[in-house]
């Protein structure tokens, strides 16, 4: 139970970057997956929005909590590099 709130706190702070006109599909996909616990596919909502359309929300903070996430719901996909490649564009 704990680590199932641990992943929602954290993925709460990450639906601060929602908030373009453009980010809205993306915002009701992430609070759809968050509502039915499905906490890898919102994470993965935030990932698409940033690398598509939020390039200038990417921090090295934002990556760090993103891959901390990853860890901890041991998903292994490209997100975080693709992130960090964003960054740098």
Avoid: P, W
Avoid at 35 to 42: D, I, M, P, V, W
């Amino acid at each position: 139970m704990v680590k199932t709130e641990m992943l929602q706190k954290s993925l709460a702070t990450l639906s601060e970057v929602f908030v373009e006109e453009v980010a809205s599909s993306y915002k009701e996909s992430f609070e759809e997956f968050m509502s039915e616990h499905e906490f890898g596919l919102a994470l993965h909502s935030v990932c698409d929005y940033l690398i598509s359309e939020g390039v200038g929300q990417i921090t090295s903070d934002r990556i760090m909590l993103i891959q901390e996430l990853h860890s901890a719901m041991q998903l292994q996909d490209s997100c975080v590099s693709e992130l960090e490649n964003a960054r740098v564009r």
